[in-house]
């Protein structure tokens, strides 16, 4: 059973850096055409995506993002870490981590996040 | 940037009832287009994917249509833990966009 899970600092301060972890079971970040997405909710508000690592450490970000988003696996094989660098008020919110698995030559998976993390609230404030 | 937009924003509804949402996309996707159901205070759960497949363990009064630029999603008879929000997501590029959310309420 795939299950993931969020976790790093509740509160951060303006111009810091970010940093929360992902920690998953149930799958292999070394599956060909595995993929673990992240994606934030400021309160009250829409999901946003933001990037993606897959297998072969192919990363997606969001482009608005990209200067100050970093995507990695973590020293651990069943975790992936993501960083935002120089962070503001407006990078406050709930941040998730899902997984995701397809195959485009094959179609076989989901293109889509079919499972996700409970997702950590993080507030940016001084 | 490909832009979803839902409508309506809210809606409210008795339990029995049939609804729909809509979701628009600002350019084709074919049929990459993805229905997520949130509780307040909870994570998404993926509902439907690839427009119209139902995800393994969800309910079939759960429908999901469209193509290209334009898509539904309907409950054919609203149950009382179908109250949360509802979003739209696209996966035609790799830049993923979620669509604004309807929150459906009871009346």
């Known amino acids: 059973q795939i299950a993931l899970r969020e976790s790093g600092p509740t509160l951060v301060k303006p111009t810091q850096t970010l940093t929360l972890i992902c920690t998953f079971s149930?799958?292999?970040?070394?599956?060909?055409?595995?993929?673990v997405g992240w994606i934030r909710q400021s309160p009250g508000k829409a999901l946003e995506w933001l990037g993606i690592?897959?297998?072969?450490?192919?990363?997606r970000y969001l482009p608005s993002l990209k200067t100050r988003l970093t995507i990695t696996k973590g020293t651990s094989e069943n975790q992936v870490v993501v960083t935002l660098s120089n962070v503001s008020p407006v990078d406050t919110g709930t941040y998730f981590c899902?997984?995701?698995?397809?195959?485009?030559?094959?179609?076989?998976?989901?293109?889509?996040?079919?499972?996700w993390g409970q997702g950590t609230m993080v507030t940016v404030s001084s | 940037d490909i832009e979803m937009t839902q409508s309506p924003s809210s809606l409210s509804a008795s339990v029995g009832e049939r609804v729909t949402i809509t979701c628009r996309a600002s350019?084709?996707?074919?049929?990459?287009l993805n229905w997520y159901q949130q509780i307040p205070g909870k994570a998404p759960k993926l509902l439907i994917y690839?427009?119209?497949s139902l995800q393994s363990g969800v309910p079939s009064r759960f429908r999901g249509g469209g193509s290209g630029t334009d898509f539904t999603l309907t409950i054919t008879s609203l149950q009382p833990e179908d109250f949360a929000i509802y979003f739209c997501?696209?996966?035609?590029?790799?830049?993923?966009?979620f669509g604004q959310g309807t929150k459906v309420e009871i009346k």
């Open positions: 899902a997984h995701k698995y397809y195959d485009f030559a094959s179609g076989d998976g989901l293109d889509a996040f079919d499972v």
């Open positions: 149930g799958f292999s970040l070394k599956t060909d055409s595995v993929g």
């Open positions: 690592i897959y297998w072969d450490d192919d990363t």
């Open positions: 350019q084709n996707i074919d049929k990459y």
């Open positions: 690839g427009a119209s």
């Open positions: 997501q696209q996966s035609y590029v790799t830049t993923w966009t």
